[in-house]
């Protein structure tokens, strides 16, 4: 547990950008293995889905399902990506430091999980955050968009303020935490496992069971995530909200 995360510091004059490089990296491997997904998935469309086709139909699905059971489809179609790319993303990330987290190189640790990173959950969270806010503009208008922080009485102005920066909040915290936590357990399971001949049978139990929850766990992060994305999306967007 004294490892200590790869950076990479680079000095501007005014001021220094630090890179976490392990999470950069699992940021890339994420990315490049959805991109992967969506291209073998489309690249031969059949009338009759089979395979990796079906498997990608079945995810824009369960997508437009999340979106219709909080705002109709007219108006939740367009988010239709958004939700589909944020689940892909989010579930690979969160699977990403199962097979070989804590690859270690001297004392830093180079693999993880990148949702276990609070940065990478935070600027997840507050991309959502700035796209409700545009698409809230851009569909009910700069005056009528103003209005909703106001209603029902004026004096919700500050509440609503508040639960802009606690949907941020929780949003982005209760992924980095579910992931975080799941991911110091495996390493206290692996490093017992590797202490001793003891260690090893008496670890590997409970390090293939929890593995397999936290599997469940990632899909179910995903899944919230984008659900909870969909209903502030709503808000902000539907009238009737």
């Given at each position: 547990?004294?490892?200590?995360?790869?950076?990479?510091?680079?000095?501007?004059?005014?001021?220094?950008?630090?890179?976490?490089?392990?999470?950069?990296?699992?940021?890339?491997?994420?990315?490049?293995?959805?991109?992967?997904?969506?291209?073998?998935?489309?690249?031969?469309?059949?009338?009759?889905?089979?395979?990796?086709?079906?498997?990608?139909?079945?995810?824009?699905?369960?997508?437009?399902?999340?979106?219709?059971?909080?705002?109709d489809w007219k108006t939740?179609?367009?988010?239709?990506?958004?939700?589909?790319?944020?689940?892909?993303?989010?579930?690979?990330?969160?699977?990403?430091?199962?097979?070989?987290?804590?690859?270690?190189?001297?004392?830093?640790?180079?693999?993880?999980?990148?949702?276990?990173?609070?940065?990478?959950?935070?600027?997840?969270?507050?991309?959502?955050?700035?796209?409700?806010?545009?698409?809230?503009?851009?569909?009910?208008?700069?005056?009528?968009?103003?209005?909703?922080?106001?209603?029902?009485?004026?004096?919700?102005?500050?509440?609503?303020?508040?639960?802009?920066?606690?949907?941020?909040?929780?949003?982005?915290?209760?992924?980095?935490?579910?992931?975080?936590?799941?991911?110091?357990?495996l390493t206290l399971l692996?490093?017992?496992?590797?202490?001793?001949?003891?260690?090893?049978?008496?670890?590997?139990?409970?390090?293939?069971?929890?593995?397999?929850?936290?599997?469940?766990?990632?899909?179910?992060?995903?899944?919230?995530?984008?659900?909870?994305?969909?209903?502030?999306?709503?808000?902000?967007?539907?009238?009737?909200?």
């Amino acid at each position: 547990m004294d490892h200590t995360a790869p950076e990479l510091h680079l000095d501007l004059g005014f001021m220094t950008l630090t890179f976490n490089l392990s999470t950069v990296l699992t940021l890339l491997a994420a990315a490049a293995i959805v991109f992967l997904i969506a291209v073998v998935s489309t690249r031969r469309l059949a009338l009759k889905p089979t395979g990796m086709q079906n498997f990608m139909e079945w995810i824009m699905d369960f997508v437009k399902n999340i979106i219709k059971s909080n705002m109709d489809w007219k108006t939740g179609g367009r988010f239709h990506i958004l939700g589909i790319t944020l689940i892909m993303f989010i579930a690979v990330s969160n699977l990403l430091g199962l097979p070989m987290g804590g690859i270690l190189y001297g004392s830093d640790l180079w693999w993880k999980s990148p949702t276990a990173d609070p940065v990478v959950t935070m600027t997840l969270a507050s991309m959502i955050l700035v796209l409700t806010h545009y698409y809230g503009v851009k569909m009910q208008g700069t005056g009528g968009y103003a209005k909703t922080f106001v209603q029902p009485m004026s004096f919700m102005f500050p509440l609503k303020i508040i639960e802009e920066f606690a949907n941020t909040l929780t949003l982005g915290l209760r992924l980095y935490g579910n992931i975080y936590a799941g991911e110091i357990l495996l390493t206290l399971l692996t490093g017992l496992a590797v202490s001793s001949v003891f260690g090893f049978f008496g670890a590997i139990v409970p390090m293939m069971a929890w593995m397999g929850f936290s599997i469940f766990i990632g899909f179910i992060q995903a899944f919230i995530f984008v659900m909870l994305t969909m209903v502030y999306m709503a808000h902000k967007v539907s009238a009737d909200h």
